[in-house]
């Protein structure tokens, strides 16, 4: 269950985490400071954690990894996943003075994000099916894909990335109108976030109450029917996939303007948006760390990780790993023989969004490089607070020029 505790419950939970957050970040723990989500620089707190080792301890209780090879190791190991181990019969109960853990305030079940690799492999075959092997080009009819209709000046998140991502995804869900579909995956957008990171109680219960507004919409059947997975696809979609697609469109573009000579070579050749996006990933990623728990005792970098350990692999630390990529943290569109990006793991959630988020994202960043070559920022981009995963940009205010 999402939750189910009253705001008396709920609330003084989040305040106590979040408070053991700030004090583990006290003596400059890299890991403990990037939960935070503040002001510290997110790559310099990484390139910090990679001078640790392939492995390191964190006062914020997890072994943490920013190093490449020993990242993509935990990522693709099977006994290392996003389901938070179950206690054994006859545990202990957690003591009354104990931290509590993020997924015992706020288990996140409900939405699919603490499934096993089996079913996320099984959701990702879903996924597949359900956007089709047209998808990119339905995308491209819709009207949404027209940021030249919003006039001269609009915020490409809120008028245009997000919109367009919800209606892609009511699309593929048949849904006439959209309306209700990008409201609710709106509100749901600190998801990600709350499995490292509190919330404020108000953002805990607009989560909690979106998530259960989208499970009444998709109206998925009971979860022990076969048929559940295409449900648990649905609500993954629009719970998390919305706002990865549309944050992903955003960083992408912003990634751009930042850099006039690369802009101008995807305004040029609007085929490059396919590489803008995929350096996007790499470079700036819409997820930027993945909290895992080690579901049997293994060895990590020469470590023996017990059972039940937390580890959280910082992928856009790793993906900046010199060791791995050539001047890694150059923009480059030309980036041909450096290893996969390993934001999208097939067998875990991000796997299952990829084949929606990608395409949308591509599609965006094509349109308004075709119909806004003159974009240019208005403002500076406002992310939003306590979003270590995500980072996610809340508004990106834009003006066309010419």
Same mark, same amino acid.
């Given at each position: 269950?999402?939750? %189910?505790?009253?705001?008396?419950?709920?609330?003084?939970?989040?305040?106590?985490?979040?408070? +053991?957050?700030?004090?583990?970040?006290?003596?400059?723990?890299?890991?403990?400071?990037?939960? =935070?989500?503040?002001?510290?620089? /997110?790559? #310099?707190?990484?390139?910090?954690?990679?001078?640790?080792?392939?492995? +390191?301890?964190?006062?914020? #209780?997890?072994?943490?990894?920013?190093?490449?090879?020993?990242?993509?190791?935990?990522?693709?190991?099977? =006994?290392?996943?996003?389901?938070?181990?179950?206690?054994?019969?006859?545990?202990?109960?957690?003591?009354?003075? &104990?931290?509590?853990?993020?997924?015992?305030?706020?288990?996140?079940?409900?939405?699919?994000?603490?499934? *096993?690799?089996?079913?996320? =492999?099984?959701?990702?075959?879903?996924?597949?099916?359900?956007?089709?092997?047209?998808?990119?080009?339905?995308?491209?009819?819709?009207?949404?894909? $027209?940021?030249?209709?919003?006039?001269?000046?609009?915020?490409?998140? %809120?008028?245009?990335?997000?919109?367009?991502? @919800?209606?892609?995804?009511?699309?593929?869900?048949?849904? @006439?109108?959209?309306?209700?579909?990008?409201?609710?995956?709106?509100?749901?957008?600190?998801?990600?976030d709350a499995t490292v990171c509190p919330p404020r109680l108000a953002t805990a219960r607009e989560l909690i109450t979106a998530a259960r507004g989208?499970?009444?919409?998709?109206?998925?059947?009971?979860?022990?029917?076969?048929?559940?997975?295409?449900?648990?696809?649905? +609500?993954?979609?629009?719970?998390?996939?919305?706002?990865?697609?549309?944050?992903?469109?955003?960083? %992408?573009?912003?990634?751009?303007? *930042?850099? /006039? *000579?690369?802009?101008?070579?995807?305004? #040029?050749?609007?085929?490059?948006?396919?590489?803008?996006?995929?350096?996007?990933?790499?470079?700036?990623?819409?997820?930027?760390?993945?909290?895992?728990? !080690?579901?049997?005792?293994? $060895?990590?970098?020469?470590?023996?990780?017990?059972?039940?350990?937390?580890?959280?692999?910082?992928?856009?630390?790793? &993906? =900046?790993? /010199?060791?791995?990529?050539?001047?890694?943290?150059?923009?480059?569109?030309?980036?041909?023989?450096?290893? #996969?990006?390993?934001?999208?793991?097939?067998?875990?959630?991000?796997?299952?969004?990829?084949?929606?988020?990608?395409?949308?994202? %591509?599609?965006?960043?094509?349109?308004? @490089?075709?119909?806004?070559?003159?974009?240019?920022?208005? $403002?500076? $981009?406002?992310?939003?607070?306590? !979003?270590?995963?995500?980072?996610?940009?809340?508004?990106?205010?834009?003006?066309?020029?010419?």
């Open positions: 269950m999402i939750s %189910t505790k009253t705001d008396s419950e709920l609330g003084p939970e989040l305040m106590t985490l979040r408070g +053991m957050q700030w004090i583990y970040g006290i003596k400059g723990d890299p890991y403990a400071l990037l939960l =935070r989500a503040e002001s510290d620089d /997110p790559h #310099e707190l990484g390139r910090r954690a990679r001078d640790h080792g392939a492995l +390191m301890w964190s006062t914020a #209780e997890s072994w943490v990894t920013a190093r490449y090879s020993t990242a993509a190791a935990v990522l693709n190991d099977p =006994r290392f996943g996003v389901g938070y181990p179950k206690p054994a019969n006859g545990a202990a109960e957690a003591a009354a003075w &104990q931290v509590p853990a993020m997924h015992d305030i706020l288990p996140l079940d409900d939405v699919y994000l603490a499934a *096993d690799r089996e079913v996320y =492999r099984r959701l990702r075959e879903v996924t597949v099916a359900a956007v089709g092997t047209d998808f990119a080009a339905r995308i491209a009819e819709r009207r949404e894909t $027209e940021p030249d209709r919003l006039g001269t000046a609009f915020d490409l998140m %809120t008028d245009f990335a997000h919109p367009l991502a @919800a209606g892609a995804l009511a699309g593929v869900l048949g849904m @006439a109108d959209a309306s209700r579909l990008a409201a609710l995956c709106a509100a749901t957008a600190p998801a990600l989208l499970r009444s919409l998709l109206a998925g059947p009971a979860p022990e029917d076969v048929a559940a997975d295409g449900f648990a696809a649905r +609500m993954l979609l629009a719970v998390v996939g919305v706002h990865l697609a549309a944050n992903l469109t955003t960083r %992408t573009v912003s990634a751009l303007l *930042d850099r /006039p *000579d690369v802009w101008a070579a995807v305004r #040029e050749d609007p085929d490059l948006s396919a590489a803008a996006v995929r350096e996007t990933v790499r470079h700036t990623p819409p997820v930027r760390l993945q909290k895992l728990f !080690a579901h049997e005792d293994a $060895e990590l970098a020469g470590t023996l990780v017990p059972a039940g350990a937390e580890v959280t692999v910082l992928v856009e630390a790793a &993906q =900046r790993d /010199p060791d791995a990529f050539t001047d890694p943290d150059r923009f480059d569109l030309s980036r041909t023989d450096a290893p #996969e990006p390993l934001v999208f793991t097939d067998d875990l959630y991000t796997g299952v969004l990829e084949p929606f988020a990608v395409p949308v994202a %591509t599609a965006a960043v094509t349109a308004v @490089a075709t119909r806004c070559p003159g974009l240019r920022r208005a $403002e500076p $981009e406002l992310r939003r607070l306590r !979003a270590p995963v995500t980072g996610g940009v809340l508004f990106l205010p834009v003006t066309t020029v010419g």
